[in-house]
């Protein structure tokens, strides 16, 4: 037996239905003959172990479909197959010594390893050129000893970092998962498995999969599935790691600024509840290592105002957005899902990239192959996210980042309603014609098609009704329309070359066809011939009328600047104030008044506090209260207040300044935003604000911001 024995036999067990030779070999890419020797391999071993053997039906293919106690049984047989059974590839080998040496607590002899997968001293030895390399690359190294062997040297974290890099290099996450609770996965090495599996001997995952499911609850945050797996494998080697006596080590310094956060506090019950259910004592620095993995887990539902860099991530989304909306010349800026998807993706990427916890991308092969244009546009928009964080963007991340401009490209094309226009062409007849439309259209929705023609009809058919694309079996001369040859079955490479082209190229269409030209032609021609008091109320009201998604922000000018919203209306100096709620409501009090916001706004923002916690004190001595738009904001706002006395929140902050924020949408504030915190990142100016006697000179400062971009 070998893996592909093992591979095939799972395959056909999990199908439960005849399955073609040629199936069985297009999808582990050899060929019909290869695949026929090895099922003769699997009967040999079948009836070896006294099991019904595979059922063979002519010109239809194989089935097996054994009982449920056969089935216990091959699982058996299959994970207790050792190195004599199976002859391991040099890369099976590699896979074999580093699973040794991770699950070694001490060092591990070249004789041991050698006689573990029964090869020669020397074999092991020059594997072990290739995997003290690959320690290197994880910042670890081989120590070696005369007499007692080699083991890993380097730190625990980067030890934990390098054994869940190896699990991602041969298993996906979610595999991972279930190797903990299944016999064997299907599509892994049989040996690899019974190796991968000893690094969590004796540990069942069910407590640490309740423990994360507690903390969720706690954070009111749901982690993706790949994170919530990944989460399962990181503190099930942790704990394995502990009870070998290897502990994180973490600075006071990188502690402490863990403390503060919920996260710490939750991480701390869940160590509470481990210790009890796998009867160990968890350090404190680990605390602060699971607190790290929570901040960094990959979520599907997260409260982006709960943290306090909410402004940056605001800032970064809108600046993300921008650079690759130039590029596509595309209005993304109105789209609302991509915007509240990306803001809640970057929050936990951020602290992932800025703490050196990598996530493996299980689709990122896909994205590359599928979307090569969006992946290559968003790799090159990255510089905002870059520099923030200090350092470069991996592939795996901006994989992640591309999944959300692929679903805004389809989605805006729907909002357009503009499709390709396209024509099928067949040679082998009006049957399949029919099929090749009918998979078509079941695969992409925005591809419509106009008919099918032969190829000697195209250009008539272009001249009347404008193609996009031609999608055919043969290939069509004599045209510069562009076309995809594909099977008349559409099988999945045909489909791909599909999805290439529709991520490369955009539909064609005309002025009539687009409804949000015609919406900015018609505001240059009010704008033109009268005076618009308020260009964006009117762009939404002629947005609805007309029945045409709004832009968010048709021209720069829409977007107000700082020394717009903070003005002698909105700015007072040396307030009194007993606490941070009476604060609040005194900076509110200007937005109600002067027409901004509706009164329970003011109400909203205090509820946010008490709610989430004093997330609003955003730099040292300064508070940036804010609510939901749909709270009662009535156009973009601010106000400003400094304090005569600080008062406190919940974080003992000293807090001098109260800036009141309404956000109408997600994007008009922002160019005032942004200028607002390189205004309070200026020692300087922020000292002078503090010290401000007149509103007058708070207005000076804020004029001063004008050149901020």
């Given at each position: ?213 507690f903390a969720e609850k706690q954070l009111k945050i ?360 009476e604060a609040i409501r005194i900076g509110g009090a ?120």
């Amino acid at each position: 037996m070998n893996e592909r024995c093992a591979q095939l036999i799972n395959m056909l067990m999990s199908r439960g239905i005849t399955v073609k030779v040629s199936d069985l070999a297009g999808a582990l890419k050899l060929s019909s003959r290869t695949i026929r020797y090895d099922l003769d391999k699997i009967d040999d071993f079948l009836k070896k172990n006294q099991l019904p053997q595979l059922t063979r039906k002519p010109h239809s293919g194989i089935k097996y479909t054994p009982s449920t106690c056969q089935r216990q049984k091959i699982h058996s047989l299959l994970e207790g197959l050792n190195s004599y059974d199976y002859i391991l590839t040099p890369q099976e080998r590699k896979r074999n010594i580093l699973a040794e040496l991770f699950k070694a607590k001490d060092y591990i002899t070249i004789e041991d390893m050698a006689t573990h997968i029964s090869v020669s001293r020397g074999t092991v030895l020059n594997d072990l050129r290739d995997i003290r390399q690959w320690f290197l690359n994880q910042g670890l190294r081989l120590e070696s000893l005369p007499h007692f062997g080699i083991k890993i040297r380097g730190s625990e974290k980067d030890v934990r970092r390098a054994a869940v890099s190896f699990l991602s290099e041969n298993i996906d996450t979610e595999n991972a998962l279930h190797l903990l609770k299944d016999p064997i996965p299907r599509k892994i090495n049989i040996v690899t498995v019974r190796q991968i599996k000893k690094l969590f001997e004796d540990i069942d995952s069910l407590p640490i999969e309740e423990t994360i499911a507690f903390a969720e609850k706690q954070l009111k945050i749901t982690f993706s599935d790949n994170a919530f797996s990944s989460l399962v494998i990181h503190l099930a080697l942790a704990i394995k790691r502990i009870q070998s006596g290897k502990i994180i080590a973490m600075s006071e310094d990188e502690l402490s600024k863990l403390r503060p956060s919920k996260e710490f506090e939750v991480a701390t019950l869940m160590v509470a509840e481990l210790e009890k259910r796998y009867n160990i004592e968890i350090p404190k620095d680990e605390i602060g290592y699971i607190t790290m993995h929570l901040l960094g887990g990959k979520v599907t539902a997260l409260d982006t105002f709960a943290n306090k860099n909410w402004a940056d991530f605001q800032i970064l989304t809108d600046k993300l957005i921008k650079n690759v909306q130039k590029e596509f010349k595309m209005d993304f800026l109105a789209d609302e899902e991509l915007y509240s998807g990306l803001i809640k993706h970057l929050e936990p990427t951020i602290y992932r990239l800025k703490h050196d916890l990598p996530l493996k991308n299980p689709i990122l092969q896909e994205i590359k192959e599928n979307y090569p244009v969006i992946f290559k546009v968003v790799k090159n928009s990255l510089k905002p996210l870059e520099d923030y964080i200090g350092s470069k963007i991996p592939d795996e991340e901006t994989g992640f980042i591309a999944v959300h401009f692929g679903a805004a490209i389809e989605r805006n094309n729907r909002v357009l309603n503009s499709k390709y226009k396209s024509v099928v062409v067949c040679g082998t007849g009006v049957g399949t014609a029919k099929l090749l439309c009918d998979r078509i259209k079941s695969k992409f929705a925005n591809i419509e098609i106009l008919g099918t023609v032969a190829a000697r009809q195209i250009e008539e058919f272009y001249n009347e009704k404008g193609l996009d694309l031609i999608i055919s079996t043969v290939p069509v001369e004599g045209t510069n329309i562009p076309q995809i040859v594909v099977t008349p079955l559409l099988l999945e490479d045909d489909v791909a070359k599909i999805y290439k082209f529709l991520s490369a190229n955009l539909p064609k269409r005309s002025e009539a066809d687009n409804p949000l030209p015609v919406l900015d032609g018609l505001l240059d021609i009010i704008e033109k011939n009268c005076m618009i008091r308020d260009r964006n109320m009117l762009t939404k009201d002629l947005s609805k009328f007309l029945k045409v998604k709004m832009r968010t922000c048709l021209k720069e000018d829409t977007q107000p600047v700082l020394r717009d919203l903070l003005t002698e209306k909105t700015i007072k100096v040396n307030v009194g104030a007993k606490d941070w709620e009476e604060a609040i409501r005194i900076g509110g009090a200007m937005l109600v008044e002067n027409g901004f916001v509706e009164k329970r706004y003011v109400d909203a923002m205090i509820k946010s506090v008490k709610e989430l916690g004093p997330y609003i004190v955003i730099a040292s001595g300064v508070a940036m209260p804010h609510a939901r738009p749909e709270d009662g904001v009535k156009e973009a706002c601010m106000s400003m207040i400094t304090l005569k006395e600080p008062v406190v929140f919940d974080n003992d902050e000293p807090v001098r300044l109260i800036v009141g924020l309404g956000a109408a949408d997600h994007h008009t504030h922002l160019k005032a935003l942004s200028q607002l915190m390189k205004l309070l990142a200026d020692n300087t100016s922020l000292n002078r604000l503090f010290k401000a006697t007149t509103i007058e000179e708070a207005v000076h400062i804020v004029k001063n911001c004008s050149n901020l971009e």
